[in-house]
């Protein structure tokens, strides 16, 4: 101790040294002692604003009462300085409130006077006094408003009646009731029955659904006016198709005009009570194929009920096409979540049910009915247990088919229907927490709002956070305001749209006109007929379109809201930053840094100003490309490419996401110094890259987007990172789209794109990983024909492959989810020959945990416990490329092969940041470390041992 009084534990927490603090803590420091200032290390940490040290000594149970020399106690200096988080965790652990330091004055004069309004809601909230006076005589309130506060004065003038401030004190407080609904997401084609089963939901007769129906659709159609100028097109086409058959060798699909004029348009939100008192929050998607491009951002949370419908009396082949491509449309939109269960199932599955509809009697007499009810056949058993093992992981899928005939209300199949959503029902809202007594309060507001903002029902979230406290309850908190948006969308009451741009929320507060009047408009037949093949708009050319909107800059606005930001890689990130060849673009290299995945539009020049801007819409792209998009007159030049695909087994689900792959690549030439580097030239379904003299195609193929580069023998290292970048833009565009997709490289044979074959062989990565493990240079195509990896990958460039880091070398600490809830369900159970999770853990030298990992049963999956233990206790030999080989020797190989796809094929070494540069000839200037993989690359084996920088890969 100092003469100061100043302890060790003192000085650390003044410092900010929290390792300190923590060891000295530990070792039996005192937390409450005081220096001759009688400061303790809490009043140290929050006057240099610790919070990290501040709130680990409030864990550990120091005096938070404690006044130093001036009377401040830590409330009093957290208050001060702002610490919202310090003040919130005070008072929740019961800090006296209304203590009043030197100056007469309480927390709360202090947060008035130093205009900190959050915690003025704080202290207002558990208890604290507005009538205290200071020394001058002075209440909150007074001070606020001398020190030109009106806010906070505002604020406290509302609450000091003491009975007002109860009230509003309890709308903050959790209900003793669940939410009062949740959602029902309805998927399926056209003529589903999916209208008419939300009918029969609400208990109308045939007679109800037909004027139902035919007054909504009326209403839906007198809503929509068509374009008054605009092209018309009589060919139509889409890149999406949910009816198209998993045989995808065609470059379009056809978009066909819809089978029947009242077929949903959009989403259709709707509230419905069934006849039990339940209420749900009815989400329906149309079936049409145009819509599915915008759906992502409406499908993903697991509190709600999927449902599918198929119709019983379609063909069994058809039935499990149609339920297949939206079971995997839900997979991929679906977030997986940890920990990772046995078998690979994930956490809080989501809830899918599998309805047929139009099961009328003679359906019905080709079925047996169950002892509990329920109509069945061999086909629906054997439909359903396909699709239940198939989706285990990530769905619990309801184990019967529910047979319905929606015109009867009386049909045995509804009620069993109707019982299932009801248990359900509860068994979802007792996972979720509490509403806010507030909520019922909003939603009675909401009402009033949507008068208000009748003709544009979008405000943003501040002013949506303000309303509520103006209008509703004025001590909600940002906290509060929160957990009240996060219950209003459980609901279905609003939707919540982030701009990370420009740094703007909005909130639909009309959930309904966001998915039918807009989305079911400008992505309905009657407006994809009429459209400009361009796909190019102004939002002024939305006005005859929206005439209620008064500014139509606002529409475009929310239009290009709808979109999630995208984080790069650490992967990339190294990549664009030290790449050592000055003749592959600067602004090209940061392809990725900066990257959103808009929903439908982007602007054509980003340098316009705002009255003559005009956005390009991918999804109304109907133009071909000219026949000599790709010409045959550059055989000197070097080619690469690949077609990236997803997962096997989740077929045609790239589809509907490559018009917002061109919103992405049009976006990243915003961020340009000088668009003169790169253009880009869009087409239904292609779109054309050109930087410099390299060139780069990028089209959708199937079920596969294809991207090929090209450039001169000199620029074949630049030409590597095109490639890298575009497929970039390609595979984190489409996982934030699908996070639940896993991608695949195939990589195309460059010796049949030089020669322009039409249908180029191809490496799938087994293969090549394959090549990998037998450390051998050159690969087979799937034609049968020997070309050499550089060739294949790196344009023939040496220099770029001397930087690759292969992808047998990864640590499986760095395995995705994916990757290892595929290793899960393949590993977990019980084998019969013995060749599981338990003879893993033998081969690994991890038999000693297997009583461990043996015990946690169900809940956790032992393949994923002994990969994390495999890689803590063997860091430097936990490689992809060992655990393959084990797996290999446990007779594995469908476990293997499942890896080999999951897993990256190679990634790009650290490059030291220094003056390397390209001679005139092309050959570049590297470090020792380099030039040894080099010469083991030239003697034509490629050596996974040879020396290299760790991985880069970033989870």
Not at 107 to 128: D, Q, S
Not at 585 to 602: G, V
């Amino acid at each position: 101790m100092l003469e100061d009084d100043e302890t060790a534990l003192h000085c650390a927490s003044a410092r900010g040294h929290i390792e300190c603090v923590q060891c000295l803590v530990e070792s039996g420091a005192s937390v409450d002692s005081q220096d001759q200032n009688g400061q303790t290390a809490l009043h140290l940490a929050l006057r240099r604003s610790h919070i990290d040290i501040a709130l680990y000594l409030i864990s550990k149970e120091c005096d938070m009462n404690i006044c130093d020399a001036n009377a401040d106690t830590p409330i009093h200096i957290a208050c001060r300085l702002g610490l919202n988080s310090v003040v919130q965790m005070l008072c929740h652990l019961g800090a006296e409130v209304d203590c009043v330091n030197a100056n007469g004055e309480t927390p709360l004069h202090i947060a008035a006077k130093e205009g900190h309004i959050e915690i003025v809601r704080c202290l207002c909230f558990v208890g604290a006094s507005t009538q205290a006076k200071n020394k001058d005589g002075l209440t909150p309130e007074i001070v606020a408003i001398t020190k030109e506060q009106p806010l906070i004065a505002q604020l406290l003038a509302k609450i000091k009646n003491e009975s007002a401030r109860t009230d509003f004190v309890d709308q903050l407080c959790p209900a003793e009731t669940p939410l009062r609904r949740i959602k029902l997401k309805i998927f399926g084609n056209s003529q589903s029955g999916k209208t008419r089963m939300i009918q029969s939901l609400q208990g109308q007769g045939m007679i109800g659904n037909l004027i139902n129906a035919v007054s909504r659709r009326f209403s839906d159609n007198n809503s929509q006016t068509s374009p008054s100028k605009v092209a018309s097109d009589e060919g139509i086409h889409s890149c999406a198709s949910s009816s198209a058959s998993t045989d995808s060798s065609d470059r379009h699909w056809p978009l066909s005009r819809p089978t029947h004029s009242s077929y949903t348009k959009g989403i259709d939100v709707m509230p419905i009570t069934l006849s039990t008192g339940d209420e749900f929050s009815v989400w329906e998607f149309g079936g049409y194929d145009s819509y599915h491009v915008c759906y992502d951002h409406f499908v993903g949370n697991t509190d709600c009920i999927h449902i599918i419908t198929i119709r019983a009396d379609d063909a069994t082949e058809i039935q499990y096409r149609q339920a297949l491509y939206w079971m995997n449309f839900l997979k991929g939109r679906v977030t997986p979540s940890e920990p990772i269960g046995h078998r690979g199932i994930v956490a809080r599955r989501s809830k899918v049910v599998i309805v047929a509809t139009h099961s009328s009697q003679s359906v019905l007499n080709g079925c047996e009915k169950t002892s509990d009810g329920y109509y069945t056949n061999s086909d629906a058993e054997a439909m359903m247990k396909t699709i239940r093992l198939r989706f285990e992981t990530h769905f619990d899928v309801f184990e019967r088919l529910m047979f319905i005939e929606s015109t009867n209300n009386n049909c045995p199949g509804l009620k069993m229907f109707k019982e299932y959503l009801k248990v359900t029902r509860e068994e979802l809202l007792g996972r979720l927490q509490r509403p806010l007594v507030l909520l019922d309060a909003c939603i009675t507001y909401l009402s009033t709002l949507r008068k208000r903002y009748q003709a544009f029902p979008v405000i943003t979230w501040l002013h949506f956070t303000n309303l509520i406290r103006d209008e509703v309850n004025p001590l909600a908190s940002d906290s509060h305001c929160q957990s009240l948006i996060h219950q209003l969308q459980l609901i279905g009451e609003v939707v919540y749209l982030r701009d990370e741009t420009a740094e703007i929320d909005y909130v639909v507060i009309t959930p309904e006109w966001l998915g039918t009047h807009i989305m079911g408009t400008l992505l309905s037949a009657d407006f994809l007929a009429q459209c400009r093949e361009s796909g190019c708009y102004s939002p002024d050319d939305f006005t005859s379109i929206f005439p209620e909107i008064s500014e139509p800059t606002d529409l475009t606005n929310i239009l290009a809201t709808l979109h999630h930001e995208i984080t790069v890689g650490t992967k990339i990130r190294s990549l664009l930053s030290r790449t050592p060849f000055p003749s592959f673009p600067f602004r090209l290299r940061i392809f990725l840094q900066r990257k959103r995945t808009d929903c439908l539009c982007s602007p054509l020049d980003a340098s316009e100003n705002e009255s003559n801007i005009v956005y390009e819409f991918p999804a109304f792209l109907f133009s071909e490309p000219p026949r000599d998009v790709w010409s045959k007159d550059k055989s000197n030049y070097v080619y690469g490419g690949m077609r990236i695909l997803p997962m096997r087994g989740m077929e045609s689900t790239l589809q509907s996401t490559f018009p917002r792959l061109q919103v992405a690549m049009r976006n990243q030439l915003h961020d340009y110094r000088d668009p003169c580097e790169v253009s880009l030239q869009q087409w239904q379904g292609i779109s054309k890259l050109t930087s410099n003299k390299m060139e780069a195609i990028v089209r959708l193929n199937g079920d596969a987007v294809e991207i090929q580069v090209r450039g001169p023998p000199k620029m074949a290292p630049s030409c590597i990172y095109f490639l890298e970048d575009i497929a970039g833009v390609v595979e984190q565009t489409t996982t934030e789209i699908a996070p639940g997709i896993s991608l695949e490289r195939h990589f195309l044979s460059p010796k049949h794109l030089k020669e322009h074959v039409s249908n180029p062989a191809n490496f799938p990565p087994e293969i090549i990983m394959s090549m990998q493990q037998k450390e051998s240079l050159s690969i087979i195509n799937s034609d049968g024909e020997e070309e050499l990896f550089t060739d294949v990958v790196c344009f023939g460039s040496r220099a770029v492959a001397a930087m690759l880091t292969l992808g047998i070398d990864m640590s499986v600490s760095q395995l995705t989810l994916p990757s290892r809830c595929e290793l899960a369900a393949l590993l977990d159970p019980p084998d019969a020959m013995g060749r599981d999770w338990s003879i893993l853990a033998v081969k690994l030298n991890l038999a000693e945990t297997l009583p461990e990992v043996d015990s946690t049963g169900q809940s956790i999956s032992q393949t994923d416990q002994l990969i994390s233990e495999w890689s803590i206790k063997c860091p430097e030999t936990a490689t992809v490329g060992k655990f393959c080989a084990i797996l290999e020797e446990m007779g594995r190989s469908d476990a293997r092969d499942a890896l080999y796809r999951t897993v990256p094929l190679y990634m790009f070494a650290d490059v030291l940041h220094d003056e390397q540069q390209l001679g005139g000839s092309g050959q570049q200037i590297i470090t020792s470390q380099r030039d040894t993989a080099t010469s083991i690359a030239d003697s034509g084996v490629l050596l996974s041992s040879a020396p290299r920088s760790s991985s880069t890969l970033s989870n």
